[in-house]
């Protein structure tokens, strides 16, 4: 059974792979047996990236390109399955936030987090997938998000995005569920990253909404991720196809409880 779950001999391409939940996802599908593709915008932090897998003793290539640069992206990833080898699996991971109220939020940076978290995935899917289309297999994973299910204030291009992300996840499984490709996607709860390091201490009131309203009771750690990302890219899900699996703690299955509430 447990050489379902193994990925030796699959190469998986995860964008935005150089550092966060992005990397940890990446370390987790390495130690499962496959060789890494990393992409970035930024050269010198690939560069970086680079090194950190390797060090590790994992396989690992870089290439800088951006995910919504549909030519571009298209001649890098002919460039990847001519250099590297086929493309197994795809983590469409590379996505930013801006945390502004609608009101105050500029038309272009607006523009910016739809073009960069749902139109970067369709541009990805479309050149890799068509490579995995004409093979007759794939895997293919979107980062969504809880923002893909919730709303909150200040986060509406964000979860504009990631609301249309999960359906984008869902029509591509429609569309290529008879070559032998799934699509789906992971949905991160709150995790200890470097991005959230300030607001993960006692007594600040982000914090203590988090561990108040989570029923585990704790921030994510970014290998929280990694089962279900390996799982994903397996074997084991050769008929999962066009869902979100969300490792969250358990935050979308409460509405929460009160302070001090044992």
Not at 3 to 23: C, E, I, S, Y
Not at 86 to 114: S, Y
Not at 161 to 174: C, D, F, Q
Not at 237 to 261: Q, R, S
Request: net charge negative; glycine share 10%.
């Amino acid at each position: 059974m447990l050489d379902n779950f193994n990925l030796q001999g699959k190469r998986a391409l995860v964008t935005g792979g150089t550092h966060g939940l992005g990397m940890a996802i990446a370390t987790g599908l390495a130690e499962a047996g496959a060789e890494l593709i990393i992409n970035d915008v930024f050269e010198p932090k690939l560069k970086e990236a680079i090194e950190t897998y390797k060090s590790k003793g994992f396989k690992a290539h870089g290439y800088v390109f951006d995910v919504t640069d549909a030519v571009n992206v298209k001649a890098k990833v002919a460039q990847i399955e001519e250099e590297v080898g086929p493309i197994d699996i795809l983590v469409n991971n590379a996505g930013i936030i801006k945390r502004t109220p609608v009101l105050e939020m500029e038309v272009e940076d607006f523009r910016q987090v739809i073009d960069i978290d749902l139109v970067g995935p369709f541009i990805m899917a479309k050149y890799v997938g068509e490579h995995m289309v004409k093979r007759g297999e794939g895997k293919i994973i979107n980062m969504c998000s809880m923002m893909s299910e919730l709303g909150r204030n200040s986060v509406s291009a964000y979860a504009a995005a990631k609301g249309g992300l999960k359906m984008l996840t869902r029509n591509l499984a429609t569309e290529w569920a008879k070559y032998n490709i799934q699509v789906n996607g992971i949905g991160p709860g709150y995790f200890a990253t470097t991005q959230t390091a300030e607001i993960r201490v006692d007594g600040h009131p982000f914090n203590d909404f988090i561990l108040n309203r989570t029923p585990a009771a704790r921030w994510g750690d970014p290998e929280d991720l990694q089962g279900a990302a390996v799982f994903l890219s397996s074997k084991a899900a050769n008929f999962v196809n066009g869902h979100v699996v969300y490792v969250d703690g358990g935050i979308l299955a409460t509405i929460g409880k009160p302070h001090n509430e044992e």
